[in-house]
């Protein structure tokens, strides 16, 4: 029997894929699942329940730590964001598990790997953009592409008629993805856009109600643009931001909730909770503030932009990626220091920021006398940089002479 390597979840779409690849195309069906920090008991009865559906062999590999130093971190020195509100906890998460799965794919010499993503959303592109790259020679199998099911109430029938225990029901549909970055919703009352999610929804942050009266200080600090240290004490990448995943839920940080265009063209509603990494991004920015120059800064923030619709498109294993990553390490040499924060009930302060690489001069910045700054140079300056449009002016009503005879 042929193979066919699943990105399996042990959710309603992937519980009743893997029945369905056997039904349909006779495959022996190999399981995969990543660890990417689902969260206590997600994993949980994974391989028993896949083997109970018709896998025959389960594959469940912790990527936490790879997910954190190789995908989180080089995003974070990015500072990509997508529509300027995503941190994009379940795009970055893609190209890991997707590659994941290949390689195990590659191993079990199988024809083909499959996923549950719908014909509607992004993480399809994102599956298949990994697979292309790296195993051209693998047939991709999109099951929401191709059969007969046409809804989440029709994946639920399925479910029943072959007696397939799954975690979502009729009553509540919305999908739900986490791993350490983030959690997203979608679906279900989310999907009008005039209606409040339920509080009772948020697993990871508290409202602004319920936060502490008190604000919490943190400090976090970075070596060469990566997090290193919290509150002083070294941390291992996924204890870090573990801990920063706490303190900003427990202060109310890190919920967001939009309305996104998907890279298929229509508009999609989500909500989304990313505390730790809405700190990272945060504190990050404000060292960056100190230890890179103006220009670079600048021309940083439009290639944040590009990385961000690269990660959000599925496209972390293009040329292109690869050639800004060199650019944006480069820019991080000096992000070295310490960052300071004030959490109060979903607010972000900073208290303080210091470098050994600041840029930052006293006594240059000072409103007070100084000897370093002739005041004077600003004239000619003005006078030089404002020439354009001095010389415009001049000849405005010149132009209008001659045009109007």
């Given at each position: 029997m042929p193979k066919v390597v699943l990105a399996y979840s042990g959710g309603l779409d992937t519980s009743i894929i893997v029945r369905w690849l056997k039904e349909e195309y006779g495959y022996d069906v190999i399981a995969f699942a990543a660890d990417v920090g689902q969260g206590p008991?997600?994993?949980?009865?994974?391989?028993?329940?896949?083997?109970?559906?018709?896998?025959?062999?389960?594959?469940?590999?912790?990527?936490?730590?790879?997910?954190?130093?190789d995908f989180i971190y080089p995003m974070l020195q990015s500072g990509a964001y997508y529509e300027k509100t995503y941190l994009m906890g379940t795009a970055i998460a893609r190209p890991l598990i997707a590659r994941a799965m290949v390689?195990?794919?590659?191993?079990?010499?199988?024809?083909?790997?499959?996923?549950?993503?719908?014909?509607?959303?992004?993480?399809?592109?994102?599956?298949?953009?990994?697979?292309?790259?790296?195993?051209?020679?693998?047939?991709?199998?999109?099951?929401?592409?191709?059969?007969?099911?046409?809804?989440?109430?029709?994946?639920?029938?399925?479910?029943?008629?072959?007696n397939i225990p799954v975690p979502v029901t009729a009553e509540k549909p919305y999908s739900m993805d986490r791993n350490l970055w983030h959690i997203s919703y979608e679906g279900g009352i989310l999907e009008d856009p005039a209606k409040a999610p339920l509080e009772e929804m948020f697993l990871l942050?508290?409202?602004?109600?319920?936060?502490?009266?008190?604000?919490?200080?943190?400090?976090?600090?970075?070596?060469?643009?990566?997090?290193?240290?919290?509150?002083?004490?070294?941390?291992?990448?996924?204890?870090?931001?573990?801990?920063?995943?706490?303190?900003?839920?427990?202060n109310a940080v890190g919920r967001v909730d939009i309305v996104e265009n998907r890279l298929v063209g229509m508009k999609s509603r989500g909500v989304y909770e990313t505390p730790g990494g809405t700190l990272l991004y945060f504190a990050h920015r404000e060292l960056e503030q100190l230890t890179i120059d103006r220009e670079t800064m600048h021309f940083k923030e439009a290639v944040g932009i590009k990385y961000g619709e690269i990660i959000y498109y599925g496209l972390w294993y293009s040329p292109l990626r690869k050639s800004l990553d060199a650019f944006i390490k480069s820019t991080q040499e000096k992000v070295t220091g310490d960052v300071k924060l004030k959490l109060y009930k979903g607010n972000i302060d900073v208290l303080s920021?210091?470098?050994?690489?600041?840029?930052?001069?006293?006594?240059?910045?000072?409103?007070e006398e100084d000897e370093l700054y002739d005041q004077k140079d600003a004239g000619g300056f003005i006078n030089l940089f404002g020439l354009p449009l001095q010389v415009e002016g001049m000849l405005r009503d010149t132009w209008k002479n001659e045009v109007e005879g």
């Open positions: 008991g997600e994993l949980d009865g994974l391989e028993e329940k896949a083997l109970a559906t018709g896998a025959s062999k389960v594959y469940i590999q912790d990527l936490r730590k790879e997910f954190v130093e390689q195990v794919a590659l191993r079990e010499n199988a024809v083909a790997v499959a996923h549950g993503s719908t014909g509607k959303g992004n993480d399809q592109v994102r599956f298949e953009l990994t697979a292309k790259a790296l195993a051209p020679q693998l047939k991709i199998i999109a099951p929401w592409r191709i059969w007969d099911i046409r809804s989440r109430m029709d994946a639920l029938e399925y479910a029943k008629r072959y942050t508290c409202s602004p109600e319920q936060a502490p009266d008190k604000p919490a200080e943190v400090e976090i600090s970075f070596e060469k643009g990566v997090p290193s240290a919290l509150n002083g004490t070294p941390m291992d990448p996924v204890a870090l931001l573990e801990s920063l995943n706490k303190i900003a839920g427990e920021k210091r470098s050994p690489y600041s840029l930052y001069h006293p006594g240059l910045a000072t409103f």
